[in-house]
């Protein structure tokens, strides 16, 4: 029962730093529950799909950032910060590139992909704990129309 409660109460504090996730620019309680209640020294993949907006959107009360900037140019500023916390962490990135297509199966539309990889779930919750990293995320959001991130096992 501690485990379960040591999860609720880091599920409740991941959504109060990165929120609901009802906007779908964030993850939901359920999903970072999903992550959680893994094996933790289960290796943890994630497939990354990012869609830009053409121009930023942050809050409006967001005063420490600068109006009129590209989607990508904010994005730009979160992976400055993500990838070297990344790193730090003891995670990976093993595709960062444009998105080409469907190969098979339906086209979607992405400008990103990126496949980021964790040893474990420490590694993982490293990165996502990190001050450095919380404070970047808005512009991850304000960057994003939509983003998908889905979950492998490595």
């Not at 779908?24 to 992550?35: C, E, G, M, N, V």
Request: aromatic fraction near 12%.
């Amino acid at each position: 029962m501690q485990v379960n409660s040591q999860i609720d109460e880091s599920v409740q504090q991941l959504c109060v730093w990165y929120g609901d996730g009802h906007d779908d620019l964030s993850p939901k309680a359920d999903q970072w529950r999903l992550i959680l209640e893994r094996p933790a020294n289960q290796p943890i993949t994630l497939i990354n799909f990012f869609k830009f907006r053409s121009i930023a959107e942050y809050p409006q009360d967001n005063h420490q950032i600068s109006e009129n900037i590209s989607g990508q140019d904010a994005f730009n500023q979160y992976a400055s910060i993500s990838i070297s916390t990344m790193e730090r962490v003891g995670g990976r990135f093993l595709l960062v590139g444009p998105y080409e297509g469907v190969f098979l199966g339906q086209d979607e539309d992405w400008d990103l992909v990126a496949i980021g990889s964790y040893p474990n779930l420490e590694s993982f919750m490293g990165l996502h704990t990190d001050l450095d990293y919380r404070n970047a995320y808005c512009h991850r959001k304000a960057a994003c129309e939509h983003q998908k991130v889905i979950l492998c096992s490595s």
